[in-house]
């Protein structure tokens, strides 16, 4: 037993076991465990939440990174059909930032409730094979060195339960049971303590589609969903309520007509809430069996509408990586699974700095700062490259990881979603869930490697890529024989092998807390 344990109280009866728990059923829980199950795993998801309880709809922005991972499960264009497309951001009265700079299928930010997001997220999730259990605490977590396994105990309405998993994910937000459980701290700071959310009717709606705007004293921020709603953001320099403290309606009005001007007519709210704006990151997103993804890793200030995106693509690169290691399709599984840390911890602290430079834009104070924050968005929409940075990092498009060992860019990079031979996609074909090998015509598929392989459009192009399930660059050559065709997909794809000028991995405390980063 480790140290990474949470009593239970009672005994847990009837054991059961699956391949990897998931503990949280929000759309970074849902989209891990339905991948997991699509790769034919056996995956039990546990949700405090009733069935019929409404989870508040606080995120609302889907960015095109997202969507085209979303592309990739066949899911992007039915979600795109729930919203708004909003193209242009116009900051603080800037010049309006067009993102149709933006070099994707999806050169938008998609305005649309996080339900619709999750609805599509729970079909996809049970009809691959998942199980999800709604109305089951998760009340302790440990990790056993024999035999391997993680043991998951969670209160039900007749009991406590217990499930032993191979893996578990905690996906379970910021107050998450299975971070706490392993005994990892959360650092960071308090933002803003009292900000306002809402879903609401307009009388008079904007003329932009995006209604933003901050004074000295306030900031308001009003999005259409496409359906007559409207969320609205709301903050007061002078506001003394915290989190938990009732919001009300004459509240919101009052801090948006300070902000815009106007209240636009705000009446009908379906919900509102009052919250707290944290900005926080765990120090290892691994300990030893144990994952974490999305807000019970990482938790920032609403700005730039990043949270739920970033949770996202953490459980589209753990996903693949975890059905690798379980299923023995990895040279070295271990350090497949460290790759998971260090290639999604960088990612969570820069959106936390993004985020975080945003809010504080936002709260500027002063005529000077304020006055220097208007001239800088007046010249970001003045300056091509900066645009092009600002609009990559907020979409997701431009991130990427470092090249693996023995590689060179651009492996590590978002792969375009470029048409390959016979007029197919290349996210359509990540749709197997699988690595896609893009070669010339007439190259031989490397021997008992689970891919799928695809030639580019292009019949003269003598380049080979491999890309990897989540959409990145595993490996490319300008030219490559079939003999190092099999080496390089050997080394993602076929245990016994590794990458080469790769060091010995560095191997998890299966018991202990987490390793330092």
């Known amino acids: 037993m480790t140290a990474a344990e949470a009593p ?18 929000g759309p970074t829980g849902l989209l891990l465990a339905g991948d997991l199950a699509a790769a034919g795993l056996h995956v039990i998801l546990l949700e405090r939440r009733a069935r019929t309880a409404a989870n508040l709809t606080r995120a ?6 997202t969507l085209e ?65 709604y109305d089951r605490e998760v009340i302790g977590l440990h990790q056993d060195r024999e035999p391997g396994t993680v043991a998951v105990d969670f209160r039900t309405p007749d009991g406590i339960r217990r499930i032993h998993a191979r893996h578990a994910v905690g996906t379970d937000g910021v107050r998450s049971t299975v971070r706490q459980a392993l005994g990892l701290p959360f650092p960071g700071q308090a933002v803003i303590r009292s900000m306002i959310l809402a ?37 007061h320099r002078d506001s003394h309520a915290t989190e938990g403290d009732p919001a ?49 890793a990482h938790v920032h200030s609403p700005a730039g509408g990043l949270g739920m995106n970033t949770g996202l693509q953490d459980a589209a690169n753990l996903s693949w990586k975890l059905a690798a290691a379980l299923h023995g399709q990895s040279p070295d599984p271990e ?43 007046s010249l970001l929409g003045r300056i091509g490259p900066a645009q092009d940075r600002a609009l990559g990092t907020v979409s997701g498009l431009g991130i990427s990881y470092p090249p693996p060992p023995g590689t060179r860019r651009p492996a590590g990079r978002r792969a375009p979603d470029i048409t390959l031979a016979g007029g197919q996609r290349l996210y359509e074909a990540l749709r197997a869930g699988g690595f896609v090998l893009i070669t010339p015509p007439g190259a031989a598929t490397p021997p008992a490697t689970p891919l799928t392989h695809a030639h580019w459009r292009d019949g003269s192009r003598t ?3 491999l890309v990897r399930p989540d959409g990145y660059l595993a490996w490319s050559a300008p030219a490559a024989t079939d003999a190092e065709l099999t080496a ?3 080394a993602w794809l076929l245990p016994g092998s590794r990458p080469p000028g790769s060091p010995p991995p560095e191997r998890p405390l299966p018991d202990g807390p987490a390793q330092k980063t």
């Open 69 to 133: 991972l979303l592309d990739a499960r066949g899911l992007a264009d039915e979600l795109v059909s729930t919203g708004r497309r909003i193209d242009r951001v116009r900051p603080f009265g800037g010049i309006a930032l067009s993102l149709q700079r933006l070099r994707s299928r999806y050169p938008f930010v998609l305005i649309t409730p996080q339900y619709e997001t999750e609805k599509l997220l729970e079909r996809r999730a049970l009809s691959t094979g998942a199980v999800i259990r």
């Open 463 to 465: 380049a080979c890529a």
């Open 199 to 235: 879903d609401v009717r307009l009388t008079h709606p904007p003329e932009d589609l995006l209604a933003v705007n901050g004074t000295a004293d306030a900031f308001a921020f009003l999005v259409p969903f496409g359906d007559g709603w409207y969320r609205a953001i709301a903050w």
């Open 488 to 490: 390089a997909v050997g």
């Open 248 to 296: 009300d309606l004459e509240e919101l009005r009052t801090i948006v007509t300070a902000a815009l001007g106007t209240d636009h007519g705000m009446h009908d709210p379906r919900w509102i809430s009052r919250l707290r704006s944290d900005e926080r990151q765990v120090p290892s997103y691994r300990v030893g069996r144990v994952f974490l993804a999305g807000d019970a």
């Open 60 to 65: 609302f922005a889907v960015h095109a990174r």
């Open 8 to 25: 239970a109280t009672g005994t847990p009866q009837d054991p059961e076991t699956a391949d990897v728990v998931v503990v949280g059923a």
């Open 335 to 377: 350090a497949l699974l460290d790759s998971y840390h260090r290639e999604r911890h960088p990612v969570g602290r820069l959106v936390l700095r993004t985020s975080g430079a945003l809010v504080r834009v936002v709260m500027a104070a002063g005529p000077l700062r304020r006055a220097a924050r208007d001239l800088g968005a």
